[in-house]
């Protein structure tokens, strides 16, 4: 069992910044594949990135590529969405995922999830 406890949402205007971090619990995070998706109004939950156990391959949504970073620090049991450019089409509830020891795909999330934190961009 992990739980996951995101932080760093907020109201940004278009173009601007936001750092989005995920704390685990438990004592194994480095065996968790970790993403991001996201929810918006109206509309299915979508895949925006993910991260090796080992930090050392990341995946991206065609639509955040370039703009969104994710990381990861083991050492904290933290992930980390940097999101630079955003854009009002970007505003949606944020959730941290977790799979136990395979990577997270589009298709493929893990079994655990947080509580989402609210991201709205103003134009």
């Known amino acids: 069992q992990v739980q996951l406890v995101e932080s760093g949402g907020g109201l940004v205007q278009a173009g601007g910044s936001l750092r989005l971090s995920c704390v685990a619990s438990?004592?194994?995070?480095?065996?968790?594949?970790m993403g991001w998706f996201r929810q918006a109004p109206g509309k299915e939950r979508e895949f925006v990135a993910s991260?090796?156990?080992?930090?050392?391959?990341?995946y991206y949504a065609d639509s955040v590529k370039g703009r969104f970073t994710i990381s990861r620090d083991n050492a904290k049991n933290t992930v980390y969405l940097q999101m630079n450019s955003l854009k009002p089409e970007d505003t949606a509830v944020y959730y941290c995922?977790?799979?136990?020891?395979?990577?997270?795909?589009?298709?493929?999330?893990?079994?655990?999830w947080g509580q989402g934190t609210q991201v709205t961009v103003s134009s």
């Open positions: 991260i090796s156990g080992s930090g050392g391959l990341t």
């Open positions: 995922n977790a799979r136990f020891t395979l990577a997270i795909t589009a298709t493929r999330p893990g079994d655990y």
């Open positions: 438990g004592r194994t995070f480095s065996s968790y594949g």
